[in-house]
C-alpha cells in the first residue's frame, strides 16, 4: 500500500511538471534518463501517458508477485502447493523481472527523447513544388 501512494504521489508531481512544459520545447535525452530513476518517470517526462501507465503498471504488478512469493517463503507452510525452495526461485525471478521493466522503462524514455524531434518533423506538412520553387 505504501509502495502505491508513492508512485501516486510521484505521478501527481512529475504531471504537474510536464503540463507546465511548451509543447514546441526539446526534450532532454539526460533529463529523461534522470526521469526515470523512477518507474515510467521517464515516460511521464516525455509525454506519453499510455507507456506510463504500462510501465507503472508492470512493476506494480512485479513488486506484488515478488511481495506474495517472500511472504510464503518467509513463512512456509507444509500445506502450500508449492515447496519452499520454488517460493524462492519465484521471489528471485520477480525481482529480476522489476530490473528488467525498470531498464526497459530508462532505454524507452531515452530513445522517444531523442526521437522527439523526429515526430515534431512527421507532424508539420510537406512544401509543394510551387512553394520550394518560390523559395529559389
Not at 36 to 49: D, E, T
Not at 99 to 120: S, T
Amino acid at each position: 500500500m505504501k509502495y502505491c501512494l508513492f508512485l501516486l504521489f510521484i505521478i501527481v508531481i512529475s504531471v504537474s511538471k510536464t503540463s507546465a512544459q511548451d509543447s514546441l520545447s526539446i526534450v532532454s535525452p539526460k533529463k529523461a534518463a534522470y526521469s526515470s530513476i523512477i518507474p515510467g518517470g521517464g515516460q511521464l517526462y516525455n509525454r506519453k501517458f499510455i507507456k506510463t501507465g504500462i510501465i507503472i503498471a508492470l512493476e506494480g504488478w512485479a513488486f506484488s508477485s515478488y511481495k506474495t512469493n517472500s511472504d510464503y517463503y518467509n513463512n512456509y507452510d507444509s500445506n502450500l502447493s508449492l515447496s519452499r525452495t520454488r517460493y524462492l526461485q519465484k521471489r528471485n525471478k520477480y525481482v529480476w523481472w522489476m530490473g528488467f521493466i525498470w531498464f526497459y522503462g530508462l532505454i524507452d524514455a531515452i530513445v522517444d527523447a531523442h526521437l522527439y524531434p523526429f515526430q515534431n518533423v512527421m507532424k508539420s506538412s510537406i512544401g509543394t513544388t510551387q512553394e520550394l520553387k518560390g523559395e529559389k
